[in-house]
């Protein structure tokens, strides 16, 4: 590219960087430049695309030169950025591919780039309607649909679009504080507050009490059973003892989806549990209980589907998941909130994010003077920086969230959800026939599949099934841990090599009582793309990895 003499007036230059921008007004060469470096890109992002799993090569990190990057000196030309930018992603796993089954990462559609592509354009800041008039609109109709999904009554529900499944937990969290110690967002946190979740529950509870100043000691563990659900005794005695303590609860979180087994907690069952102890214990406010449903919550889809006729023609094993699954879903309109995430079984870009809540007044609970904020709100009648933890935020994550829910309906959720529990369900039945692999998550219902591959010759269930019933087989548990760890090593390299399934593993699918971790392999079935050759594929790979192990 030609380089600009140093000499040049700001003024030559000037050109140069409105050229770098869409023009204010109509003009045909200018808009034609956008589409032409979308062009460039997408071009440039399939010619990577090589059959494999990832994008072109998978080339070693150099953190060590990135780190030395200097802030360029002169302007660069948009042709160059463009590939450049394009050239980050080589390596970089294709979410959509069959062989991907890695953790729950969605291949985003089409629709939903494009929201976020809209809001990347028009750019519209979600703080305040004046600044982003009918997208405000757009997340109010969005909190609406999802409200209507999961059966909140949507004239009371309200929600606003956040940074993550961990703002929405983070927000649950907080107005759950607010109940327990009322004026607690103007002195701050100065009673003995505890929250609760399952042992299973994802790890950001920590993040969220540590930020919002409980400290990580005011976190409970409460034991799961064995289908990954929070045991509702374990929890009713936790609670009493806490109660009889005089301390208060700030949060019950009960999880919709687990991230590692998709375990379901009884949401009914544990909203059942406060309103008893709420009773007995005449207390003076109500301990909130937040749903993470972060994963889980497409699965409402289901709670009018006829199973009985099933017009979509699952197959039993999936009709069977689906409908197992939906007893429990059919609850998660008793959560007082629920955090959703769209990107992950929403199919959007990171990040977009809804906490929920079934009674918007709980809001009013975190809300500020807008007297605070001088510089705002001088018109427009709706106003969420009020209550947001953030200021700006963008509204193409709202847009790439609502335009999956418009394209796909419930029909379109019922098909991707059915198709992937079905190719896990596919998956499972293949496992549970040879003798050497062990489904561990067996009780739960979706489209994560946790397995465990023993070395030829061991009779994989007995063999799981002896390790995990006492610690005086610590011994063997941990050698064939280090067996899977070990096939999980040569996966890696497989797919290094060329010839490779990307799956998942987890160091710890649940602990034991006896506080020792059962690693499992992970298959993580998101793509729509994913098949029964794709099934095929990833026994030969375990195959291969067996032989070598
Ligand atoms: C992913 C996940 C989270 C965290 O969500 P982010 O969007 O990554 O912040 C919380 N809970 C569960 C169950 C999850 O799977």
């Known amino acids: 590219m030609p380089h600009v003499e140093a000499n040049e007036t700001y003024e030559k230059l000037l050109s140069r960087v409105r050229a770098a921008f869409p023009t204010p007004v109509v003009d045909t060469i200018s808009e034609g430049r956008l589409i032409q ?79 976020q592509m809209c809001g990347a354009i028009c750019n519209p800041n979600l703080l305040w309607d004046a600044y982003s008039h009918r997208v405000a609109q757009a997340e ?18 309200g929600g606003t679009s956040t940074f993550g499944g961990t703002g929405t937990e983070l927000y649950g969290v907080k107005i759950g504080i607010e109940k327990a110690q009322p004026d607690a967002f103007k002195k701050g946190v100065r009673t003995d507050l505890k929250v609760i979740a399952s042992d299973v529950s994802h790890y950001c509870r920590s993040n969220v009490v540590g930020w919002l100043g409980l400290g990580t ?31 208060r609860i700030a949060c019950i979180i009960v999880t919709m989806g687990t991230t590692d ?23 003076p406010y109500r301990p909130h209980v937040h749903a993470d449903a972060v994963i ?20 039993s094993r999936t009709l069977r998941s689906l409908s197992e699954a939906c007893k429990v879903f059919r609850g998660l309109c008793l959560a007082d909130s629920i955090g959703i995430d769209f990107h992950k079984t929403g199919y959007t870009p990171i ?36 209550y947001t933890l953030e200021t700006s935020r963008s509204g193409g994550p709202v847009l790439a969230a609502l335009a999956n829910l418009k394209l796909l309906g419930k029909e379109g959720y019922r098909v991707i959800l059915g198709h992937i529990v079905t190719m896990a369900e596919v998956l499972r039945e293949r496992l549970e026939s040879t003798t050497h692999a062990c489904v561990v998550n067996s009780s739960n219902h979706g489209m994560v599949t946790l397995f465990r591959l023993y070395p030829r010759g061991v009779n ?51 602990r034991l009582s006896w506080d020792k971790p059962i690693v499992a392999l992970k298959s993580f079935i998101m793509s729509p793309f994913a098949d029964e050759s794709a099934i095929d594929f990833l026994l030969a790979c375990l195959d291969r990895a067996q032989a070598e192990a």
């Open 217 to 247: 000691d005011c976190l409970v563990t409460v034991g799961s059973e064995s289908d990954n659900s929070i045991n509702l005794a374990d929890l009713e005695a936790t609670l009493r003892s806490i109660i009889r303590k005089d301390e």
């Open 261 to 283: 087994a998709f375990g379901l907690d009884n949401v009914e069952g544990v909203i059942r549990l406060r309103e008893r102890l709420v009773e007995e214990f005449a207390l």
């Open 296 to 315: 889980g919550w497409p699965w409402a889809v289901f709670n009018d589907y006829d199973f009985l006729a099933n017009p979509l023609g699952f197959g």
């Open 37 to 115: 470096f979308a062009v460039q890109a997408l071009n440039r992002l399939s010619h990577f695309k090589n059959g494999h799993p990832h994008l072109g090569s998978l080339l070693p990190l150099e953190y060590s030169s990135a780190c030395t990057a200097r802030f360029p000196e002169r302007m660069s030309c948009s042709e160059a950025v463009t590939d450049s930018m394009a050239d980050y992603f080589q390596g970089h796993v294709i979410w959509g591919h069959p062989h991907t089954q890695q953790q729950v990462i969605p291949p985003p559609t089409i629709v939903s780039i494009l929201g």
């Open 460 to 510: 994989a269930k007995q063999a799981y099934s002896e390790e995990t019933s006492g610690p005086e087989n610590t011994e063997q548990l941990e050698a064939h841990n280090a067996y899977n760890r070990r096939i999980f090593e040569i996966l890696r390299r497989q797919l290094q090599q060329g010839n490779g399934m990307n799956l998942g593993m987890t160091d710890q699918y649940r």
């Open 140 to 157: 109010v109709e969005l909190a609406g649909m999802c409200a209507a999904l999961v059966g909140y009554d949507g004239a009371l529900a």
């Open 351 to 386: 990040a977009s994010s809804l906490f929920l809540c079934k009674n918007r007044a709980d809001l009013s609970l975190i809300s500020r003077d807008p007297a605070l904020m001088p510089y705002l709100f001088q018109f427009g009648t709706h106003r969420p920086a009020t």
